[in-house]
């Protein structure tokens, strides 16, 4: 079992970043590809990043690529998404999600056992 929390959103301008923070409990956090989704009212939720278990490996939907940055520190096993130049679509509740068993598939919120209750981030124009 692992339990997630999400922090760090808020209102922020057109342009402005934000860093989200997931602190997880739990088994090993290490073993777990983090994800990030978010979801817009009316919008299915939308896949954003993932990282592997030791951090080596990253990816990115196309819509935050080179926007957006995943990163994790199992030391203190809590997983970021440093977002930057933001604009008011990336308006939506964000949420971070365990998959303790990785089949490669990271991109699909069903492959994810663990989520966290969602932060909003809203970005004024």
């Known amino acids: 079992q692992v339990q997630l929390v999400e922090s760090g959103g808020g209102l922020v301008q057109a342009g402005g970043s934000l860093r989200l923070s997931c602190a997880a409990s739990?088994?090993?956090?290490?073993?777990?590809?983090m994800g990030w989704f978010r979801q817009a009212p009316g919008k299915e939720r939308e896949f954003l990043s993932a990282?592997?278990?030791?951090?080596?490996?990253?990816y990115y939907a196309d819509s935050v690529k080179g926007r957006f940055t995943i990163s994790r520190d199992n030391a203190k096993n809590t997983a970021y998404l440093q977002m930057s130049s933001l604009k008011p679509e990336d308006t939506a509740v964000y949420y971070c999600?365990?998959?303790?068993?990785?089949?490669?598939?990271?991109?699909?919120?069903?492959?994810?056992?663990?989520w966290g209750q969602g932060t909003q981030v809203t970005v004024s124009s």
């Open positions: 990282i592997s278990g030791r951090g080596r490996s990253t």
């Open positions: 999600a365990a998959d303790p068993n990785y089949r490669g598939i990271y991109y699909m919120a069903s492959e994810y056992d663990y």
């Open positions: 739990g088994r090993a956090f290490g073993a777990n590809v």
